[in-house]
């Protein structure tokens, strides 16, 4: 799993896979390399 600014320590799995896929998808592969 791709982590952005330590999103992890939140707790929100789900709200964070969402937000990378969203992320992801519109920056293209910006932070692919953690």
Partial sequence: MIFRDGFASHGNNR???QHIRDDSCASGSRD???
Wanted: glycine share 0%; proline share 0%; no cysteine.
């Fill in 32 to 34: 692919s390399t953690i």
């Fill in 15 to 17: 709200n964070l896979q």
